[in-house]
């Protein structure tokens, strides 16, 4: 089945303890994004990537990492998180040909940072 | 500025009641237009998309779109809502020749039985 997979999907951690957010695509998608979404703001981009070691930011890219060492992973770091990065994260995943391609989500990892 | 406008945070309909939920944008280049659902506890599903040609866009679940470029709008709409249509709907605007997709702060529809 084709799917994006995130883990954890619930985490509560507390300032400044690193974590990072696992994400991996069974597609053989190239493009990767992380989006947080907060009430009454919609999906906000944190970066995307659109192959193996090309990452770059999207629209709230401060306190977060990524890497894209694999094609199939992009994990989401957060290096010292605070409580204003309390939010529903996603994963999601598209084949190359700018936006005419369908974005393929994952379920969504809930982080609460206390 | 480039933006997505979703008027209505919440809406609530009756089952069985025709739905209509609106999305305006903004947008510089010729418009990439697309609805996605978000079912409570998942992920966001592609419902329908707009590029090019007939106006009038039919997706899955029964729902439909319609592209006003002279209101610049994108209106989703369903005949006949079910329960399981209680979600959480985005609309998103791009261009062709790249990756990033502007997003509304969506809508929550609410079913009455």
């Known amino acids: 089945e084709a799917q994006v997979t995130q883990n954890p999907r619930y985490l509560i951690t507390v300032t400044g303890k690193k974590l990072t957010v696992t994400c991996s695509q069974n597609?053989?998608?190239?493009?990767m994004s992380w989006y947080r979404q907060d009430p009454g703001l919609g999906l906000r981009q944190i970066y995307y990537?659109?192959?193996?070691?090309?990452?770059d930011k999207g629209d709230v890219p401060e306190g977060y990492k990524v890497s894209r060492k694999e094609k199939r992973n992009f994990p989401l770091i957060l290096e010292s998180p605070s409580p204003n990065q309390t939010s529903l994260y996603f994963c999601?995943?598209?084949?190359?040909?700018?936006?005419?391609?369908?974005?393929?989500f994952g379920e969504g990892s809930r982080l609460t940072v206390l | 500025a480039q933006s997505v406008t979703q008027p209505d945070i919440h809406i609530t309909v009756s089952e069985g009641a025709s739905l209509e939920l609106r999305c305006n944008y903004s947008?510089?280049?010729?418009?990439?237009l697309f609805w996605y659902v978000q079912s409570p506890g998942q992920g966001l599903q592609l419902l329908l998309k707009?590029?090019?040609?007939d106006t009038l866009v039919q997706g899955i679940k029964g729902f439909e779109a319609e592209f006003k470029r002279s209101q610049s709008s994108f209106n989703l709409r369903k005949p006949s809502v079910h329960w399981s249509d209680a979600a959480e709907y985005f609309c998103?605007?791009?261009?062709?020749?790249?990756?990033?997709?502007?997003w509304g702060a969506g809508t929550k529809l609410i079913i009455k039985p």
């Open positions: 999601a995943s598209r084949v190359m040909g700018g936006n005419t391609g369908e974005l393929f």
């Open positions: 597609m053989n998608h190239e493009y």
């Open positions: 990537s659109m192959n193996v070691e090309v990452t």
């Open positions: 947008y510089g280049a010729t418009p990439y």
């Open positions: 707009y590029f090019s040609g």
């Open positions: 998103a605007v791009g261009a062709e020749s790249n990756y990033q997709l502007i």
